[in-house]
């Protein structure tokens, strides 16, 4: 996917410098950041719950630049970090007002399937690119902290779904790398894993 918001000679060159994944994930995180801020800046002025809505609506703006990212050399990592911090702030909103209200759940259970979308894709690209990272890719050690969120926020908000599509792609190539396939490091072969 090109960078669509920059001139195609900027994108080219980002497309071919190690150090443009970092640059942008760096840029992204502290937009994330002062969303975020401002996001409970507004929430704090008013005298009513902020609908999750404007969360989603507000945070869901990052997820074109993140999936960008995630094309860049040496992105995929950053761009998967970005989309659970992302998930986070979202899970930092709310209050039992927000939790209570049909609405209010079907924004935030619409955006976690968002995110879930954006993920499938990373985690895929990820797996495809490892030999670009330093140190292995130790899969199952991501699964368990999205499943141990996963299981907070069942338990507090009823969310039934956290990355479930994402979480299988992830927990195919765990096993898979149990089973004593390539550690996925990028110097086990190509890594075409369209399953499940």
């Known amino acids: ?13 980002m497309n071919n410098d190690s150090t443009s994944a970092q640059t942008l994930a760096h840029h992204l995180d502290r937009k994330m950041t002062i969303l975020n801020h401002d996001l409970h800046r ?5 005298s009513s719950h902020l609908p999750t809505s ?10 074109p630049a993140i999936e960008q990212l995630s094309h860049l050399p040496h992105g995929p990592p950053l761009a998967f970090e970005l989309l659970i911090k992302l998930a986070g702030n979202l899970n930092s909103h709310g209050g039992e007002e927000g939790y209570n209200n049909d609405g ?8 976690y399937s968002r995110l879930d979308e954006t993920m499938v894709e ?15 890719w130790v899969v199952g050690r991501e699964v368990k902290r999205l499943e ?14 956290y990355f479930p599509r994402s979480l299988d792609v992830m927990r195919y190539e ?3 790398s149990e089973a004593g396939g390539p550690a996925v490091n990028g110097r086990g072969g190509g890594l075409e894993r369209r399953s499940p």
Do not use: C, H
């Not at 996917?1 to 060159?13: E, H, K, N, Q, R």
């Not at 507004?42 to 008013?46: G, N, P, T």
């Not at 141990?148 to 779904?161: D, E, P, V, Y």
């Open 174 to 176: 765990a096993k898979r």
């Open 1 to 13: 996917m090109p960078l669509t918001d920059v001139p195609p000679s900027i994108a080219a060159a």
């Open 104 to 111: 209010d759940i079907a924004s935030r259970a619409e955006f």
């Open 148 to 161: 141990k969120t996963g299981g907070f926020l069942r338990s507090k908000i009823g969310l039934q779904a």
């Open 122 to 136: 990373v985690v895929r690209r990820r797996l495809n690119s490892a030999d670009e990272e330093e140190q292995p």
């Open 54 to 63: 404007t969360f989603t609506t507000t945070l869901a703006t990052l997820l």
């Open 42 to 46: 507004l929430q704090d002025s008013l």
